[in-house]
């Protein structure tokens, strides 16, 4: 299958309810709960995950031939999520123009858990050479 194929198939299921062939933008934020205190179609708090991020998932994962793939609300997830993937020693080199952001996340959540971290100036030949990788 041509990758433009699946760009454009890949994630998207028909809609039983409606028999829509694409996808609807569902704007909800939260999702109906089962008599057992469950959710029944897979979904509680659109931050955690919603149909539209879910075909997102799938879509980037088929186009890149993966088992699967994570899509986040946000980059501070993403950063976060990424970097707490990581083992206790673990080191990493991180840009020193870097989102504000990613500087507290890295100095006041993971540096105490043990994460070693270098901030570098990527337009420095030499200090990039001096990091250690």
Request: aromatic content about 10%; hydrophobic content about 45%.
């Amino acid at each position: 299958m041509h990758i433009e194929t699946i760009a454009v198939h890949a994630g998207s299921e028909l809609d039983p309810a409606v028999g829509a062939v694409t996808p609807s933008i569902n704007l909800s934020t939260i999702y109906e709960r089962g008599a057992d205190g469950g959710y029944p179609h897979g979904h509680s708090y659109a931050r955690r995950s919603n149909p539209n991020r879910a075909a997102l998932e799938r879509t980037l994962a088929a186009l890149e031939g993966g088992a699967d793939a994570a899509a986040f609300a946000s980059g501070s997830a993403a950063t976060y999520a990424v970097f707490s993937s990581l083992g206790t020693g673990a080191h990493v080199v991180v840009p020193a123009t870097a989102y504000y952001g990613t500087r507290v996340i890295v100095d006041d959540l993971f540096r105490p858990w043990g994460l070693e971290a270098t901030f570098v100036d990527m337009a420095d030949e030499a200090a990039l050479q001096r990091a250690p990788f």
